[in-house]
């Protein structure tokens, strides 16, 4: 399949970086750090076939970087791996808490961070995969001093949009925070909420905040690699078909059970997840099966969008095509090469 963007062995993006806004602590640059491969992707994407074939072939561990798949007893609409692939390639950070519990990227950095530290000292290589940009990014980048959730706090914002509804919300945030505001659809109730509880916290803007100067801790080599389409409309078809897949082997069963099982709300970070958001409304009888199926599909493919959008800004990225029938040897030379090539890197 021809290939529009990544070169046979693949495409190195180099796009600028503000990098006045990161510093490094400790002159990490005048010694060899171990590598880490942070492998990424859309969803649809083709990374855990790809990643399962990078263990059987270099010495790697998993680390799952899918803030859908912490959550326990949540398989079928995540995509999680099953037991024959984590089998042949067991996966750090999925099943890590209950549905009704929350996960967070300081969290996610804090877990990864030690798990790579103890890899590492196995003489193995990290190898990060997933699809949450927003977790790539606190690892490597390291995250803004913002302060800890408030209930307090929480419980007046949620009871302010009972009354105006999340559009509402959205604009009081947009009346303090407008460069936040305009990065937010009006109803990711998730991330206003974060914001303006931010904001009622600190009495300083989330976008103020974020633009401080950070420390970061990442004592590693990051290998990154990305797989991207060379034909979207391929794309689409596949998460069409994924998630119908997802409704064939019991996404609604799935979440019925949750919901027997767990005393969750629908405004729960996990019952947010794409496919979860939607099934919970047909189960509520908001909307019909083929609504649940267009929905479904339709915020998944903006998903992918928003990933995608990511990865194209992201500095030292080397693409591949995810479309492309050896993609798993394309990726695997590349990596092997690498880490004979660069000073200080052995193949294990």
Same mark, same amino acid.
């Given at each position: 399949?021809?290939?529009?963007?990544?070169?046979?062995?693949?495409?190195?993006?180099?796009?600028?970086?503000?990098?006045?806004?990161?510093?490094?602590?400790?002159?990490?640059?005048?010694?060899?750090?171990?590598?880490?491969?942070?492998?990424?992707?859309?969803?649809?994407?083709?990374?855990?076939?790809?990643?399962?074939?990078?263990?059987?072939?270099?010495?790697?561990?998993?680390?799952?970087?899918?803030?859908?798949?912490? +959550?326990?007893?949540?398989?079928?609409?995540?995509?999680?791996?099953?037991?024959?692939?984590?089998?042949?390639?067991?996966?750090?950070?999925? &099943?890590?808490?209950?549905?009704?519990? !929350?996960?967070? !990227?300081?969290?996610?950095?804090?877990?990864?961070?030690?798990?790579?530290? *103890? /890899?590492?000292?196995?003489? &193995?290589?990290?190898?990060?995969?997933?699809?949450?940009?927003?977790?790539?990014?606190?690892?490597?980048?390291?995250?803004?001093? =913002?302060?800890?959730?408030?209930?307090?706090?929480?419980?007046?914002?949620?009871?302010? %949009? *009972?009354?105006?509804?999340?559009?509402?919300?959205?604009?009081?945030?947009?009346?303090?925070?407008?460069?936040?505001?305009?990065? =937010? !659809?009006? &109803?990711?109730?998730?991330?206003?909420?974060? !914001?303006?509880?931010? +904001?009622?916290?600190?009495?300083?803007?989330?976008?103020?905040?974020?633009?401080?100067?950070?420390?970061?801790?990442?004592? +590693?080599?990051?290998?990154?690699?990305?797989?991207?389409?060379?034909?979207?409309?391929?794309?689409? *078809?596949? /998460? %069409?078909?994924?998630?119908?897949?997802?409704?064939?082997?019991?996404?609604?069963? *799935?979440?019925?059970? $949750?919901?027997? &099982?767990?005393?969750?709300? @629908?405004?729960?970070?996990?019952?947010?997840?794409?496919?979860?958001?939607?099934?919970?409304? +047909?189960?509520?009888?908001?909307?019909?099966?083929?609504?649940?199926?267009?929905?479904?599909? @339709? @915020?998944?493919?903006?998903?992918?969008?928003?990933?995608?959008?990511? $990865?194209?800004?992201?500095?030292?990225?080397?693409?591949?095509?995810?479309?492309?029938?050896?993609?798993?040897?394309?990726?695997?030379?590349? $990596?092997?090469?690498?880490?004979?090539?660069?000073?200080?890197?052995?193949?294990?």
């Amino acid at each position: 399949m021809p290939v529009k963007k990544p070169a046979a062995t693949g495409k190195r993006n180099t796009a600028p970086r503000d990098a006045d806004k990161t510093q490094v602590v400790g002159d990490t640059r005048a010694r060899i750090q171990p590598p880490a491969i942070l492998l990424m992707g859309p969803t649809a994407s083709g990374k855990t076939g790809v990643a399962v074939k990078l263990v059987r072939r270099l010495k790697c561990e998993i680390i799952s970087v899918d803030s859908a798949q912490v +959550y326990r007893d949540m398989d079928v609409g995540t995509a999680k791996p099953d037991a024959e692939v984590l089998a042949a390639a067991p996966h750090h950070l999925i &099943n890590v808490i209950g549905p009704d519990e !929350a996960y967070s !990227a300081a969290r996610f950095r804090d877990d990864a961070l030690t798990l790579m530290r *103890e /890899i590492t000292e196995r003489g &193995n290589i990290p190898l990060l995969v997933g699809g949450t940009m927003m977790y790539f990014k606190a690892l490597t980048e390291g995250l803004s001093e =913002l302060p800890e959730a408030d209930p307090l706090i929480r419980m007046i914002i949620d009871t302010m %949009a *009972e009354e105006k509804g999340w559009p509402g919300v959205h604009r009081e945030l947009a009346r303090v925070d407008p460069e936040i505001a305009a990065r =937010l !659809a009006p &109803n990711d109730a998730q991330r206003i909420q974060r !914001a303006l509880e931010v +904001y009622y916290i600190t009495d300083r803007t989330m976008s103020e905040l974020q633009k401080k100067p950070k420390y970061v801790y990442f004592p +590693y080599t990051p290998l990154k690699i990305a797989l991207l389409p060379s034909d979207r409309a391929v794309l689409h *078809e596949r /998460i %069409a078909d994924r998630f119908e897949a997802m409704l064939e082997l019991g996404l609604i069963s *799935e979440l019925r059970r $949750l919901r027997k &099982n767990y005393a969750l709300e @629908a405004t729960m970070p996990s019952m947010r997840c794409v496919g979860y958001r939607q099934a919970w409304d +047909y189960l509520d009888e908001k909307i019909s099966l083929s609504q649940l199926r267009e929905q479904g599909i @339709a @915020a998944t493919r903006q998903l992918a969008k928003r990933q995608l959008t990511w $990865l194209r800004s992201t500095k030292n990225l080397v693409e591949f095509d995810c479309l492309a029938e050896d993609l798993d040897s394309r990726v695997l030379d590349h $990596l092997q090469a690498l880490l004979a090539d660069q000073p200080g890197m052995r193949l294990p």
